[in-house]
Protein backbone atom coordinates (compact mmCIF):
# COMPACT_ATOMS: atom_id res chain seq x y z
CA UNK A 1 0.00 0.00 0.00
CA UNK A 2 1.33 3.46 -0.74
CA UNK A 3 2.38 5.58 2.11
CA UNK A 4 2.43 9.65 0.98
CA UNK A 5 4.77 11.13 3.04
CA UNK A 6 3.93 14.74 2.20
CA UNK A 7 -0.10 14.70 2.79
CA UNK A 8 0.69 12.57 6.15
CA UNK A 9 2.85 15.22 7.32
CA UNK A 10 0.86 17.87 6.87
CA UNK A 11 -1.71 16.06 8.32
CA UNK A 12 0.19 15.73 11.27
CA UNK A 13 1.74 18.98 11.46
CA UNK A 14 -1.89 19.95 12.15
CA UNK A 15 -3.09 17.45 14.00
CA UNK A 16 0.07 17.98 17.02
CA UNK A 17 -1.16 22.33 16.25
CA UNK A 18 -4.41 21.01 17.04
CA UNK A 19 -3.66 18.91 20.43
CA UNK A 20 -0.95 21.41 21.69
CA UNK A 21 -3.73 24.00 21.14
CA UNK A 22 -6.69 22.54 23.36
CA UNK A 23 -4.58 21.78 26.06
CA UNK A 24 -2.29 24.82 26.54
CA UNK A 25 -5.39 27.01 25.63
CA UNK A 26 -7.72 24.85 28.39
CA UNK A 27 -4.79 25.04 31.29
CA UNK A 28 -4.57 29.06 30.79
CA UNK A 29 -8.34 29.35 30.80
CA UNK A 30 -8.59 27.52 33.96
CA UNK A 31 -5.61 29.85 35.97
CA UNK A 32 -7.46 32.82 34.58
CA UNK A 33 -10.78 31.18 36.00
CA UNK A 34 -9.34 30.26 39.47
CA UNK A 35 -7.78 34.36 39.21
CA UNK A 36 -11.34 35.51 38.59
CA UNK A 37 -13.15 33.93 41.24
CA UNK A 38 -10.35 34.72 43.57
CA UNK A 39 -11.02 38.87 42.58
CA UNK A 40 -14.72 37.99 43.22
CA UNK A 41 -13.72 36.78 46.87
CA UNK A 42 -11.66 39.26 47.73
CA UNK A 43 -14.43 41.93 46.46
CA UNK A 44 -16.77 40.15 48.75
CA UNK A 45 -14.93 40.06 51.70
CA UNK A 46 -14.41 43.65 51.31
CA UNK A 47 -17.66 44.71 51.22
CA UNK B 1 -27.18 16.09 5.67
CA UNK B 2 -29.27 13.90 7.95
CA UNK B 3 -31.26 13.98 11.00
CA UNK B 4 -27.91 13.38 13.12
CA UNK B 5 -25.67 15.91 11.46
CA UNK B 6 -28.42 18.91 12.34
CA UNK B 7 -28.35 17.82 15.74
CA UNK B 8 -24.55 18.02 16.29
CA UNK B 9 -24.99 21.67 14.67
CA UNK B 10 -27.52 22.16 16.96
CA UNK B 11 -25.85 21.15 19.98
CA UNK B 12 -22.59 23.18 18.73
CA UNK B 13 -24.74 26.75 18.54
CA UNK B 14 -26.22 25.69 22.05
CA UNK B 15 -22.76 25.34 23.56
CA UNK B 16 -21.74 28.84 22.13
CA UNK B 17 -24.74 30.87 23.41
CA UNK B 18 -24.22 28.98 27.01
CA UNK B 19 -21.01 30.00 27.01
CA UNK B 20 -22.31 33.85 26.63
CA UNK B 21 -24.49 33.64 29.55
CA UNK B 22 -21.35 31.94 31.34
CA UNK B 23 -19.13 35.00 30.76
CA UNK B 24 -21.43 37.37 31.38
CA UNK B 25 -20.66 37.65 34.55
CA UNK B 26 -16.95 38.32 33.67
CA UNK B 27 -18.13 41.43 32.22
CA UNK B 28 -17.58 43.87 34.61
CA UNK B 29 -16.40 47.18 32.82
CA UNK B 30 -16.41 48.48 29.24
CA UNK B 31 -12.23 47.26 29.75
CA UNK B 32 -13.86 43.53 29.93
CA UNK B 33 -16.13 43.95 26.91
CA UNK B 34 -13.98 45.46 24.84
CA UNK B 35 -10.37 44.04 25.65
CA UNK B 36 -11.13 40.55 28.22
CA UNK B 37 -9.44 42.52 30.89
CA UNK B 38 -6.66 42.61 29.44
CA UNK B 39 -5.67 38.98 30.36
CA UNK B 40 -5.67 37.26 27.41
CA UNK B 41 -2.61 34.83 27.18
CA UNK B 42 -0.05 33.65 23.98
CA UNK B 43 -1.73 30.99 23.12
CA UNK B 44 -5.05 32.06 23.48
CA UNK B 45 -4.41 35.16 21.46
CA UNK B 46 -3.01 33.03 18.84
CA UNK B 47 -5.83 30.91 18.45
CA UNK B 48 -7.95 34.10 19.03
CA UNK B 49 -6.57 35.60 15.97
CA UNK B 50 -6.02 32.79 13.59
CA UNK B 51 -9.65 32.07 13.88
CA UNK B 52 -11.18 35.26 13.55
CA UNK B 53 -8.78 35.16 10.25
CA UNK B 54 -9.58 31.87 8.60
CA UNK B 55 -13.05 32.00 7.12
CA UNK B 56 -15.01 30.69 4.80
CA UNK B 57 -13.01 33.02 2.27
CA UNK B 58 -10.24 31.19 3.13
CA UNK B 59 -12.33 27.45 1.95
CA UNK B 60 -14.50 28.76 -0.39
CA UNK B 61 -13.15 32.05 -1.80
CA UNK B 62 -9.17 31.19 -1.87
CA UNK B 63 -9.74 27.40 -2.50
CA UNK B 64 -11.69 28.24 -5.54
CA UNK B 65 -8.95 30.49 -6.46
CA UNK B 66 -6.72 27.46 -6.02
CA UNK B 67 -8.81 25.05 -8.26
CA UNK B 68 -8.93 28.10 -11.41
CA UNK B 69 -4.68 29.77 -10.85
CA UNK B 70 -3.27 26.70 -9.22
CA UNK B 71 -1.18 27.51 -5.76
CA UNK B 72 0.28 30.16 -5.59
CA UNK B 73 -3.05 32.24 -4.11
CA UNK B 74 -1.64 30.57 -0.72
CA UNK B 75 0.92 33.44 -0.32
CA UNK B 76 -2.45 35.27 0.19
CA UNK B 77 -2.32 33.41 3.71
CA UNK B 78 1.15 32.71 4.46
CA UNK B 79 2.69 36.82 3.55
CA UNK B 80 -0.05 37.71 6.12
CA UNK B 81 1.13 35.38 8.28
CA UNK B 82 4.41 37.02 8.15
CA UNK B 83 3.06 40.22 8.40
CA UNK B 84 1.78 39.09 11.99
CA UNK B 85 5.23 38.38 12.92
CA UNK B 86 6.43 41.82 11.65
CA UNK B 87 3.18 43.56 13.35
CA UNK B 88 3.93 41.06 16.66
CA UNK B 89 7.65 41.91 17.17
CA UNK B 90 7.71 45.67 15.99
CA UNK B 91 4.17 47.83 15.98
CA UNK B 92 1.89 46.01 18.49
CA UNK B 93 4.15 46.02 21.32
CA UNK B 94 4.26 50.12 21.22
CA UNK B 95 0.80 50.45 20.60
CA UNK B 96 0.14 48.13 23.49
CA UNK B 97 2.11 50.30 25.69
CA UNK B 98 -0.12 52.83 25.28
CA UNK B 99 -3.03 50.84 26.04
CA UNK B 100 -5.23 52.28 23.71
CA UNK B 101 -8.35 50.31 22.58
CA UNK B 102 -9.15 51.33 18.87
CA UNK B 103 -6.46 52.45 15.89
CA UNK B 104 -8.33 55.80 15.80
CA UNK B 105 -7.90 56.11 19.16
CA UNK B 106 -4.18 56.48 18.33
CA UNK B 107 -5.22 58.82 15.70
CA UNK B 108 -5.81 61.15 18.48
CA UNK B 109 -3.22 60.70 20.16
CA UNK B 110 -0.55 61.04 17.23
CA UNK B 111 -2.79 63.80 15.17
CA UNK B 112 -5.99 65.20 16.32
CA UNK B 113 -9.54 63.96 17.53
CA UNK B 114 -10.99 65.38 13.93
CA UNK B 115 -8.68 62.00 12.22
CA UNK B 116 -9.57 59.71 15.30
CA UNK B 117 -13.55 60.98 14.27
CA UNK B 118 -13.10 60.19 10.66
CA UNK B 119 -10.92 57.04 10.59
CA UNK B 120 -13.79 55.79 13.01
CA UNK B 121 -16.87 56.49 10.97
CA UNK B 122 -15.29 55.03 8.33
CA UNK B 123 -13.88 51.72 10.18
CA UNK B 124 -17.92 51.66 11.68
CA UNK B 125 -18.70 51.56 7.70
CA UNK B 126 -15.95 49.18 6.84
CA UNK B 127 -16.43 46.54 8.90
CA UNK B 128 -20.29 46.85 9.23
CA UNK B 129 -20.18 46.36 5.37
CA UNK B 130 -17.75 43.43 6.15
CA UNK B 131 -19.80 41.61 8.38
CA UNK B 132 -22.77 41.60 5.57
CA UNK B 133 -20.75 39.73 2.95
CA UNK B 134 -18.96 37.31 5.79
CA UNK B 135 -22.78 36.22 6.38
CA UNK B 136 -23.95 36.44 3.36
CA UNK B 137 -20.87 34.16 2.25
CA UNK B 138 -21.38 31.52 4.65
CA UNK B 139 -25.05 31.21 4.43
CA UNK B 140 -24.79 30.66 0.29
CA UNK B 141 -22.11 27.91 1.43
CA UNK B 142 -24.20 26.09 3.97
CA UNK B 143 -26.78 26.24 1.27
CA UNK B 144 -24.74 24.30 -0.80
CA UNK B 145 -23.91 22.04 1.63
CA UNK B 146 -26.92 21.11 3.05
CA UNK B 147 -28.77 20.95 0.67
CA UNK B 148 -31.12 23.00 3.05
CA UNK B 149 -32.06 25.87 0.62
CA UNK B 150 -34.00 28.24 3.07
CA UNK B 151 -31.83 31.74 3.09
CA UNK B 152 -33.83 33.40 6.06
CA UNK B 153 -32.85 30.14 8.01
CA UNK B 154 -29.30 30.20 7.49
CA UNK B 155 -29.07 33.85 8.16
CA UNK B 156 -30.91 33.33 11.41
CA UNK B 157 -28.67 30.55 12.38
CA UNK B 158 -25.66 32.13 11.90
CA UNK B 159 -26.71 35.69 13.40
CA UNK B 160 -28.73 34.83 16.59
CA UNK B 161 -26.46 33.12 18.40
CA UNK B 162 -23.04 34.96 17.47
CA UNK B 163 -24.80 38.38 18.32
CA UNK B 164 -25.85 37.19 21.67
CA UNK B 165 -22.57 35.37 22.88
CA UNK B 166 -21.04 38.99 21.95
CA UNK B 167 -23.45 40.99 23.78
CA UNK B 168 -23.34 38.88 26.75
CA UNK B 169 -19.82 38.15 27.17
CA UNK B 170 -18.04 40.76 24.85
CA UNK B 171 -14.69 39.64 24.75
CA UNK B 172 -14.42 37.06 27.56
CA UNK B 173 -17.30 35.00 25.12
CA UNK B 174 -15.42 36.42 22.01
CA UNK B 175 -12.29 34.84 23.13
CA UNK B 176 -13.41 31.62 24.49
CA UNK B 177 -15.56 30.63 21.63
CA UNK B 178 -12.75 31.63 19.27
CA UNK B 179 -10.39 28.88 20.93
CA UNK B 180 -12.95 26.16 20.63
CA UNK B 181 -13.93 27.14 16.89
CA UNK B 182 -10.12 27.33 16.26
CA UNK B 183 -9.97 23.71 17.23
CA UNK B 184 -13.25 22.52 15.41
CA UNK B 185 -12.21 24.00 12.13
CA UNK B 186 -8.78 22.64 12.49
CA UNK B 187 -10.45 18.82 13.67
CA UNK B 188 -12.77 19.69 10.48
CA UNK B 189 -9.98 19.96 8.16
CA UNK B 190 -8.12 17.39 9.14
CA UNK B 191 -10.98 15.20 8.56
CA UNK B 192 -11.36 16.72 4.75
CA UNK B 193 -7.58 16.77 3.67
CA UNK B 194 -6.95 12.63 3.71
CA UNK B 195 -10.21 11.99 2.02
CA UNK B 196 -9.77 14.07 -0.40
CA UNK B 197 -5.63 13.11 -1.51
CA UNK B 198 -7.18 9.42 -1.30
CA UNK B 199 -9.54 10.20 -3.92
CA UNK B 200 -7.24 12.38 -6.01
CA UNK B 201 -4.65 9.37 -6.03
CA UNK B 202 -2.06 11.07 -2.54
CA UNK B 203 0.46 13.75 -4.00
CA UNK B 204 1.98 11.88 -7.22
CA UNK B 205 -1.55 11.94 -8.58
CA UNK B 206 -2.48 15.36 -7.78
CA UNK B 207 0.57 16.59 -9.30
CA UNK B 208 0.21 14.46 -12.32
CA UNK B 209 -3.22 15.50 -13.09
CA UNK B 210 -2.80 19.08 -12.46
CA UNK B 211 -2.98 21.54 -15.56
CA UNK B 212 1.15 22.53 -15.70
CA UNK B 213 2.52 25.11 -13.51
CA UNK B 214 -0.33 24.76 -11.11
CA UNK B 215 2.09 23.54 -8.55
CA UNK B 216 4.27 26.57 -8.96
CA UNK B 217 4.74 28.60 -6.02
CA UNK B 218 6.12 31.54 -7.97
CA UNK B 219 4.74 32.17 -11.06
CA UNK B 220 6.61 35.23 -13.59
CA UNK B 221 3.44 35.85 -15.33
CA UNK B 222 -0.71 36.07 -14.70
CA UNK B 223 -2.42 37.85 -12.38
CA UNK B 224 -0.72 35.52 -9.59
CA UNK B 225 2.87 35.78 -10.36
CA UNK B 226 5.75 37.58 -8.39
CA UNK B 227 4.53 40.25 -8.06
CA UNK B 228 1.02 39.59 -6.44
CA UNK B 229 3.37 38.15 -3.87
CA UNK B 230 5.23 41.15 -2.81
CA UNK B 231 1.73 43.16 -3.40
CA UNK B 232 -0.27 41.21 -1.34
CA UNK B 233 2.54 40.96 1.38
CA UNK B 234 2.84 44.91 1.69
CA UNK B 235 -1.01 44.70 2.29
CA UNK B 236 -0.71 41.88 4.28
CA UNK B 237 1.62 44.16 7.01
CA UNK B 238 -0.77 47.43 6.28
CA UNK B 239 -3.50 44.94 7.54
CA UNK B 240 -1.78 42.71 10.50
CA UNK B 241 -0.70 46.54 11.81
CA UNK B 242 -4.11 48.65 11.79
CA UNK B 243 -6.47 46.07 11.25
CA UNK B 244 -8.78 46.95 13.98
CA UNK B 245 -10.88 43.28 13.96
CA UNK B 246 -7.16 41.46 14.27
CA UNK B 247 -5.88 44.16 16.47
CA UNK B 248 -8.49 44.61 19.62
CA UNK B 249 -7.37 40.73 20.15
CA UNK B 250 -4.01 41.92 21.11
CA UNK B 251 -4.65 44.88 22.93
CA UNK B 252 -6.37 42.44 25.15
CA UNK B 253 -2.78 40.23 25.61
CA UNK B 254 -1.94 40.15 29.52
CA UNK B 255 0.96 42.19 28.44
CA UNK B 256 3.23 43.32 25.86
CA UNK B 257 5.68 40.40 25.19
CA UNK B 258 2.21 38.15 25.79
CA UNK B 259 0.97 40.46 22.49
CA UNK B 260 4.32 39.76 20.68
CA UNK B 261 4.33 36.27 21.41
CA UNK B 262 0.11 36.14 20.59
CA UNK B 263 0.98 37.43 16.99
CA UNK B 264 3.98 35.35 15.85
CA UNK B 265 2.60 32.06 17.22
CA UNK B 266 -0.86 32.69 15.25
CA UNK B 267 0.99 33.67 12.12
CA UNK B 268 2.92 30.49 12.57
CA UNK B 269 0.32 27.88 13.81
CA UNK B 270 -2.21 29.45 10.06
CA UNK B 271 1.18 28.49 7.79
CA UNK B 272 0.21 25.32 7.72
CA UNK B 273 -3.06 25.27 8.16
CA UNK B 274 -3.51 26.77 4.73
CA UNK B 275 -2.67 23.89 3.19
CA UNK B 276 -5.26 22.12 4.44
CA UNK B 277 -7.65 24.43 2.50
CA UNK B 278 -5.94 24.80 -0.86
CA UNK B 279 -5.46 21.24 -1.77
CA UNK B 280 -8.80 20.92 -1.81
CA UNK B 281 -8.78 23.39 -3.94
CA UNK B 282 -6.44 21.90 -6.04
CA UNK B 283 -7.61 18.59 -5.86
CA UNK B 284 -11.28 19.30 -6.89
CA UNK B 285 -9.79 20.61 -9.99
CA UNK B 286 -8.76 17.16 -10.47
CA UNK B 287 -11.97 15.36 -9.43
CA UNK B 288 -14.44 18.10 -10.73
CA UNK B 289 -12.27 19.76 -13.94
CA UNK B 290 -15.62 21.48 -15.86
CA UNK B 291 -17.08 23.62 -12.59
CA UNK B 292 -18.72 26.50 -13.72
CA UNK B 293 -17.92 28.26 -10.59
CA UNK B 294 -14.73 27.79 -9.01
CA UNK B 295 -16.04 29.01 -5.82
CA UNK B 296 -18.58 25.65 -5.16
CA UNK B 297 -15.07 23.81 -5.51
CA UNK B 298 -14.67 22.68 -1.65
CA UNK B 299 -18.72 22.82 -0.84
CA UNK B 300 -18.58 20.15 -3.64
CA UNK B 301 -15.76 17.94 -2.51
CA UNK B 302 -17.50 18.07 1.52
CA UNK B 303 -20.75 16.60 0.09
CA UNK B 304 -19.12 14.22 -2.18
CA UNK B 305 -16.64 12.77 0.18
CA UNK B 306 -17.70 12.94 3.22
CA UNK B 307 -20.28 10.77 4.49
CA UNK B 308 -23.02 11.55 7.13
CA UNK B 309 -22.08 12.56 10.63
CA UNK B 310 -18.88 13.22 10.24
CA UNK B 311 -20.43 15.81 7.72
CA UNK B 312 -22.17 17.36 10.58
CA UNK B 313 -18.88 17.58 12.19
CA UNK B 314 -17.00 19.61 9.07
CA UNK B 315 -20.34 21.58 9.09
CA UNK B 316 -19.33 22.82 12.48
CA UNK B 317 -16.13 23.35 11.40
CA UNK B 318 -17.01 25.78 8.59
CA UNK B 319 -19.60 27.43 11.39
CA UNK B 320 -16.91 27.96 13.33
CA UNK B 321 -14.74 29.85 10.81
CA UNK B 322 -17.59 32.20 10.30
CA UNK B 323 -19.08 32.59 13.81
CA UNK B 324 -15.65 34.08 15.13
CA UNK B 325 -14.91 36.41 12.29
CA UNK B 326 -18.34 37.70 12.90
CA UNK B 327 -17.96 37.67 16.62
CA UNK B 328 -14.66 39.72 16.70
CA UNK B 329 -15.55 42.30 13.96
CA UNK B 330 -18.99 42.65 15.57
CA UNK B 331 -17.31 43.55 18.85
CA UNK B 332 -14.45 45.64 16.78
CA UNK B 333 -17.42 47.90 15.67
CA UNK B 334 -18.80 48.62 18.98
CA UNK B 335 -15.47 48.88 20.69
CA UNK B 336 -14.79 52.14 17.46
CA UNK B 337 -18.50 53.34 17.89
CA UNK B 338 -18.54 52.83 21.67
CA UNK B 339 -14.92 54.09 22.32
CA UNK B 340 -14.48 56.73 19.45
CA UNK B 341 -17.63 58.32 18.51
CA UNK B 342 -20.03 57.85 22.02
CA UNK B 343 -17.58 58.43 24.44
CA UNK B 344 -15.30 60.90 22.37
CA UNK B 345 -17.78 63.03 20.12
CA UNK B 346 -21.33 62.22 22.06
CA UNK B 347 -21.10 62.18 25.50
CA UNK B 348 -18.16 63.07 26.78
CA UNK B 349 -18.92 62.33 30.75
CA UNK B 350 -20.22 59.12 30.14
CA UNK B 351 -19.91 56.69 33.08
CA UNK B 352 -17.90 53.05 32.05
CA UNK B 353 -21.56 51.62 33.11
CA UNK B 354 -23.32 53.86 30.21
CA UNK B 355 -20.58 52.86 27.78
CA UNK B 356 -20.63 49.43 28.26
CA UNK B 357 -24.73 49.54 27.98
CA UNK B 358 -23.97 51.64 24.30
CA UNK B 359 -21.88 48.79 23.49
CA UNK B 360 -23.87 45.85 23.87
CA UNK B 361 -26.74 48.46 22.55
CA UNK B 362 -24.33 48.71 19.01
CA UNK B 363 -23.60 45.37 19.19
CA UNK B 364 -27.24 44.15 19.10
CA UNK B 365 -28.14 47.27 16.04
CA UNK B 366 -24.31 46.22 14.36
CA UNK B 367 -25.68 42.57 14.05
CA UNK B 368 -29.24 43.51 12.77
CA UNK B 369 -27.37 45.56 9.97
CA UNK B 370 -25.43 42.59 9.39
CA UNK B 371 -28.70 40.57 8.15
CA UNK B 372 -29.86 43.25 6.44
CA UNK B 373 -27.03 43.66 4.51
CA UNK B 374 -27.06 39.80 4.33
CA UNK B 375 -30.11 40.04 1.81
CA UNK B 376 -29.02 42.98 0.19
CA UNK B 377 -25.65 41.77 -1.42
CA UNK B 378 -27.12 39.52 -3.87
CA UNK B 379 -28.82 42.86 -5.48
CA UNK B 380 -25.83 45.24 -5.36
CA UNK B 381 -23.89 42.34 -7.04
CA UNK B 382 -20.87 43.92 -8.35
CA UNK B 383 -21.27 46.82 -6.55
CA UNK B 384 -19.80 44.86 -3.79
CA UNK B 385 -16.63 43.67 -5.39
CA UNK B 386 -16.24 47.49 -6.48
CA UNK B 387 -16.76 48.76 -2.30
CA UNK B 388 -13.93 45.90 -1.42
CA UNK B 389 -11.73 47.20 -3.70
CA UNK B 390 -12.16 50.91 -2.77
CA UNK B 391 -11.98 49.65 1.20
CA UNK B 392 -8.44 47.85 0.34
CA UNK B 393 -7.47 51.05 -1.42
CA UNK B 394 -8.65 53.30 1.34
CA UNK B 395 -6.69 50.74 4.18
CA UNK B 396 -2.95 51.76 2.78
CA UNK B 397 -2.72 55.41 3.14
CA UNK B 398 -4.26 54.66 6.53
CA UNK B 399 -1.17 52.03 7.51
CA UNK B 400 0.65 55.42 5.80
CA UNK B 401 -0.20 57.68 8.38
CA UNK B 402 -0.69 55.76 11.24
CA UNK B 403 2.35 53.47 11.70
CA UNK B 404 5.40 54.58 8.69
CA UNK B 405 4.67 58.49 9.65
CA UNK B 406 2.80 58.22 12.88
CA UNK B 407 5.80 55.65 15.02
CA UNK B 408 8.65 56.77 12.69
CA UNK B 409 8.85 60.75 12.04
CA UNK B 410 7.71 63.21 14.62
CA UNK B 411 7.78 66.32 11.93
CA UNK B 412 4.07 64.68 10.34
CA UNK B 413 1.36 66.68 11.21
CA UNK B 414 -2.33 65.87 11.30
CA UNK B 415 -2.85 68.32 7.81
CA UNK B 416 -0.16 65.90 6.55
CA UNK B 417 -1.78 62.88 7.68
CA UNK B 418 -4.83 64.03 6.05
CA UNK B 419 -3.82 65.15 2.92
CA UNK B 420 -1.95 61.74 2.89
CA UNK B 421 -4.61 59.66 3.44
CA UNK B 422 -6.99 61.44 0.55
CA UNK B 423 -4.45 61.76 -1.87
CA UNK B 424 -3.57 58.11 -1.96
CA UNK B 425 -7.19 57.17 -1.79
CA UNK B 426 -8.04 59.32 -4.21
CA UNK B 427 -4.80 58.21 -6.67
CA UNK B 428 -5.49 54.49 -5.74
CA UNK B 429 -9.74 55.64 -7.28
CA UNK B 430 -7.84 56.77 -10.29
CA UNK B 431 -5.86 54.09 -11.18
CA UNK B 432 -8.36 51.27 -10.25
CA UNK B 433 -11.35 52.73 -12.02
CA UNK B 434 -10.39 55.16 -14.70
CA UNK B 435 -6.86 53.86 -15.89
CA UNK B 436 -8.24 50.54 -15.22
CA UNK B 437 -4.36 48.89 -13.13
CA UNK B 438 -4.36 45.69 -11.83
CA UNK B 439 -4.80 45.50 -8.19
CA UNK B 440 -1.05 45.12 -7.56
CA UNK B 441 0.02 48.12 -9.24
CA UNK B 442 -2.98 50.12 -7.52
CA UNK B 443 -1.41 49.11 -4.14
CA UNK B 444 2.25 50.39 -5.17
CA UNK B 445 0.39 53.62 -6.21
CA UNK B 446 -1.66 54.28 -3.69
CA UNK B 447 1.42 53.62 -0.89
CA UNK B 448 3.50 55.63 -3.05
CA UNK B 449 1.00 58.58 -3.33
CA UNK B 450 0.63 58.83 0.78
CA UNK B 451 4.34 58.33 1.51
CA UNK B 452 4.78 61.83 -0.81
CA UNK B 453 1.83 63.75 0.05
CA UNK B 454 2.11 63.11 3.76
CA UNK B 455 5.28 64.74 4.71
CA UNK B 456 5.08 67.50 1.73
CA UNK B 457 2.13 68.80 3.27
CA UNK B 458 3.07 68.60 7.11
CA UNK B 459 6.93 70.64 6.11
CA UNK B 460 4.68 72.87 4.29
CA UNK B 461 2.98 73.44 7.79
CA UNK B 462 3.01 74.13 11.32
CA UNK B 463 5.30 71.85 13.50
CA UNK B 464 3.38 70.52 16.18
CA UNK B 465 4.94 68.42 19.66
CA UNK B 466 2.85 68.22 22.65
CA UNK B 467 2.80 65.55 25.52
CA UNK B 468 1.08 62.82 23.68
CA UNK B 469 3.81 62.77 20.91
CA UNK B 470 6.20 62.56 23.32
CA UNK B 471 4.41 59.33 25.58
CA UNK B 472 4.51 57.72 21.94
CA UNK B 473 8.12 58.46 20.92
CA UNK B 474 8.36 56.79 24.95
CA UNK B 475 6.42 53.66 24.07
CA UNK B 476 9.08 52.72 21.11
CA UNK B 477 11.26 51.97 24.25
CA UNK B 478 9.98 50.64 27.18
CA UNK B 479 6.89 50.94 29.40
CA UNK B 480 6.45 51.21 33.48
CA UNK B 481 3.68 48.63 33.33
CA UNK B 482 6.60 46.34 32.44
CA UNK B 483 8.85 47.59 34.39
CA UNK B 484 6.90 46.77 37.63
CA UNK B 485 5.63 43.68 36.37
CA UNK B 486 9.20 42.50 35.95
CA UNK B 487 8.68 41.41 32.00
CA UNK B 488 10.09 43.83 29.78
CA UNK B 489 9.97 43.62 26.24
CA UNK B 490 12.49 45.57 23.96
CA UNK B 491 11.99 46.12 20.12
CA UNK B 492 15.47 46.48 19.55
CA UNK B 493 17.29 43.84 21.29
CA UNK B 494 19.74 43.99 23.95
CA UNK B 495 20.84 40.92 24.77
CA UNK B 496 23.18 37.97 22.52
CA UNK B 497 20.27 35.83 21.74
CA UNK B 498 17.65 39.07 20.83
CA UNK B 499 20.56 39.96 18.79
CA UNK B 500 21.02 36.45 17.45
CA UNK B 501 17.25 35.77 16.96
CA UNK B 502 17.01 39.24 15.32
CA UNK B 503 19.45 38.45 12.61
CA UNK B 504 17.76 34.99 11.72
CA UNK B 505 14.45 36.94 11.31
CA UNK B 506 16.37 39.23 8.73
CA UNK B 507 18.26 36.50 7.09
CA UNK B 508 14.85 34.73 6.23
CA UNK B 509 12.86 38.01 4.84
CA UNK B 510 16.61 38.33 2.98
CA UNK B 511 16.54 34.85 1.67
CA UNK B 512 12.18 34.93 1.08
CA UNK B 513 12.90 38.53 -0.81
CA UNK B 514 15.63 36.92 -2.95
CA UNK B 515 13.51 33.73 -3.81
CA UNK B 516 10.15 36.01 -5.00
CA UNK B 517 12.32 38.09 -7.26
CA UNK B 518 14.34 35.02 -8.19
CA UNK B 519 10.63 34.03 -9.56
CA UNK B 520 10.51 36.81 -11.48
CA UNK B 521 12.86 35.14 -14.02
CA UNK B 522 11.38 31.47 -13.76
CA UNK B 523 14.52 30.63 -11.90
CA UNK B 524 13.00 26.55 -10.73
CA UNK B 525 14.92 27.50 -7.29
CA UNK B 526 12.62 30.49 -6.70
CA UNK B 527 9.96 28.54 -4.72
CA UNK B 528 12.62 26.71 -2.33
CA UNK B 529 14.35 29.68 -1.24
CA UNK B 530 11.17 31.07 -0.83
CA UNK B 531 9.66 28.64 1.24
CA UNK B 532 12.88 28.33 3.25
CA UNK B 533 13.34 32.03 3.55
CA UNK B 534 9.76 32.31 5.19
CA UNK B 535 10.55 29.16 7.67
CA UNK B 536 13.74 30.67 8.82
CA UNK B 537 11.62 34.25 9.42
CA UNK B 538 9.05 32.29 11.67
CA UNK B 539 12.12 30.30 13.58
CA UNK B 540 13.63 33.73 14.39
CA UNK B 541 10.55 35.36 14.62
CA UNK B 542 9.29 33.17 17.71
CA UNK B 543 12.56 32.75 18.99
CA UNK B 544 12.82 36.61 19.27
CA UNK B 545 9.61 37.08 21.21
CA UNK B 546 11.48 34.41 24.21
CA UNK B 547 14.63 36.68 24.19
CA UNK B 548 15.47 39.90 25.35
Known amino acids: MYFDWITWSIWLLGFIIMVVWIFIPAREFKKLVQKKRAEEKNKVQHK | MIAIDYIIVLIFLVVMFYMGIIFYKWVGSSDDFYLAGRQLTPFI ?14 FVGQAGIAYKEGIPIIWQTWTGNMALVISGLFVIPIFRRLRIRTIPEFLEKRYSKGVRTFVAILWIFRLSFWLGVVLYTAVIASQTISGYDSF ?17 GGMWSVAFTD ?49 FIIAIFLLGIEWACVDQGLLQRAFGSENTRSAAKG ?24 LFPDLANADSAVPLLITSLIPNIVLGLVVVGLLSSQLSTISGNLNGVATIFASDVYENVINRKASDKDILKIARLITLVVGIGMILFAYLVPILGGAVNAYLTIIAIMDMPLFVIAVIYGLLWKRVNWQGAVAGYIAGAISGIIGQFIYGLNFNVTTFITAGTALIITPLISLMTKEESNAQIDAIWKARTISE ?39 SVGSPIASYLAVGGMIIYFVGGLFRTYTN
Open chain 2, 45 to 58: LAAVIAATNVNLYS
Open chain 2, 152 to 168: TAWVLIFSIVVILYTIL
Open chain 2, 179 to 227: VIQFVLMLGSSLILLPLVMSAVGWWPGLTEKLPEGAMTLIKNTGTYDWK
Open chain 2, 263 to 286: LVLAGIITTPFALLWILPGLAARV
Open chain 2, 481 to 519: EEIINKNVYNIIPKTFNGRLSLMVFISGLILFLIGVIMG
